[in-house]
């Protein structure tokens, strides 16, 4: 067993069998949760030197780590004790490090993968692309021309 995943509130624990693990609702999954709220294919937990990561699948109701959302195309480490969200159903990820092989620091998250989907101007706030149209050609004006009306129309 490689850990396991325990109700926050109380229930039985799931252990985690296998270094690779889909969780949903359907029958295939290696961890099904029958909820109405879970989805068919929700997530993919699994184990990267010797640290479990989760992944979410395209699901409807997400996933969380420690109360943060989890984008779709990025994974996030699990550390012993956060608790992982699946919907609205907690569970307190328990497993040692050491015990998956664990050397040196952890492992890094995909924050790269998130960086790269946007332009440096656009994480500096600082795109003018969405703004064009907003703009007003005031060397087009006379004195006292611009008014309320002149600010809606585009260049």
């Given at each position: 067993?490689?850990?396991?995943?325990?109700?926050?509130?109380?229930?039985?624990?799931?252990?985690?069998?296998?270094?690779?693990?889909?969780?949903?609702?359907?029958?295939?999954?290696?961890?099904?949760?029958?909820?109405?709220?879970?989805?068919?294919?929700?997530?993919?937990?699994?184990?990267?030197?010797?640290?479990?990561?989760?992944?979410?699948?395209?699901?409807?109701?997400?996933?969380?780590v420690n109360g943060n959302r989890i984008r779709g195309d990025s994974r996030k480490r699990l550390d012993p004790g956060?608790?992982?969200?699946?919907?609205?159903?907690?569970?307190?990820?328990?497993?040692?490090?050491?015990?998956?092989?664990?050397?040196?620091?952890?492992?890094?998250?995909?924050?790269?993968?998130?960086?790269?989907?946007?332009?440096?101007?656009?994480?500096?706030?600082?795109?003018?692309?969405?703004?064009?149209?907003?703009?007003?050609?005031?060397?087009?004006?006379?004195?006292?021309?611009?008014?309320?009306?002149?600010?809606?129309?585009?260049?």
């Amino acid at each position: 067993m490689y850990g396991e995943l325990v109700p926050v509130g109380g229930g039985d624990p799931i252990p985690l069998t296998k270094k690779s693990l889909r969780m949903g609702r359907r029958e295939n999954c290696d961890i099904v949760l029958r909820f109405a709220n879970i989805s068919a294919n929700h997530c993919l937990l699994s184990v990267d030197e010797g640290y479990w990561f989760v992944r979410d699948l395209g699901s409807r109701n997400g996933i969380k780590v420690n109360g943060n959302r989890i984008r779709g195309d990025s994974r996030k480490r699990l550390d012993p004790g956060d608790v992982l969200s699946i919907a609205k159903h907690d569970y307190e990820v328990k497993y040692a490090p050491i015990d998956l092989g664990a050397v040196g620091p952890p492992p890094a998250e995909d924050k790269a993968d998130y960086f790269m989907r946007q332009s440096l101007l656009e994480r500096a706030g600082l795109d003018r692309r969405k703004d064009a149209d907003k703009r007003i050609n005031v060397l087009n004006l006379k004195p006292g021309q611009l008014d309320d009306r002149d600010r809606n129309k585009p260049v």
